[in-house]
């Protein structure tokens, strides 16, 4: 079965410090690969997803994230956070190409703190 | 920009009451889905709808549960009897074949 693994629970930045966020997965095939947001009490945003081509891709809000095949992973990375960045994190992963639908499975989340 | 919405945003609701979570998905999208986030734990899928038929559900999706398509554009979720476990944002998603899924706002159901 496919999952998603987060292993930083909480994450504290200062505030124009770099970010890293981890994300693994364990998935059959290559899956679709995506990061979303969420601030406190809204909904969830995407910032950024991988289907397919080059590995770096990049986002909104001046996020990018890496899919490395060999290791599973799909990093959430960021040069110099801002404090509107705090909220919580969630890697998901949905069915490759020919899948159909785009049922996704979610971390259990990273809450991001910055600090002023 | 098109989005997806979803009313009320928050509802209460007495144990063993029926609700209904309303879902308004993008107009040309092809796939509908629910999912919960309990709080403080992640996102979890509960049903996916696609051609006016539940096309996968998970467990947690019991026969408690039920989704309908009773027009062209709303998609809703009943829960029959609800529990206090059942309190959780809902999430409701849409997406057309094989594109990143667009979220609602959610809406927050408690049950007390």
Not at chain 1, 48 to 71: M, N, P
Not at chain 2, 45 to 56: D, Q
Not at chain 2, 91 to 112: D, K, P
Request: hydrophobic share 35%; with cysteine; aromatic share 14%.
């Amino acid at each position: 079965a496919q999952s998603v693994t987060q292993p930083d629970i909480h994450i504290t930045v200062s505030e124009g410090a770099s970010l890293e966020l981890r994300c693994n997965y364990s998935y059959g095939a290559t899956p679709y690969l995506f990061w979303y947001v969420q601030s406190p009490g809204q909904g969830l945003q995407l910032l950024l997803k991988y289907f397919s081509g080059d590995t770096l891709v990049q986002g909104i809000k001046g996020f990018e994230a890496e899919f490395k095949r060999s290791q599973s992973s799909f990093n959430l990375r960021k040069p110099s956070v801002h404090w509107s960045d705090a909220a919580e994190y969630f890697c998901a992963v949905g069915p490759p190409v020919g899948g159909g639908g785009n049922k996704l499975t979610f971390g259990t989340g990273t809450q991001l703190k910055v600090e002023l | 920009e098109p989005e997806v919405t979803q009313t009320p945003s928050h509802q209460v609701t007495q144990m063993g009451q029926e609700v209904i979570l309303r879902c308004v998905p993008i107009s040309n999208h092809l796939y509908f889905y629910w999912y919960r986030q309990i709080l403080g734990q992640k996102v979890e899928f509960l049903v996916s709808f696609y051609n006016n038929e539940i096309s996968e559900k998970s467990e947690i999706f019991d026969d408690q549960f039920s989704v309908e398509r009773p027009d062209g554009s709303n998609f809703t979720l009943k829960i029959r009897s609800t529990k206090l476990e059942d309190s959780a944002m809902y999430f409701c998603a849409s997406t057309r074949m094989n594109t990143e899924a667009f979220f609602g706002q959610g809406t927050r159901l408690t049950v007390v």
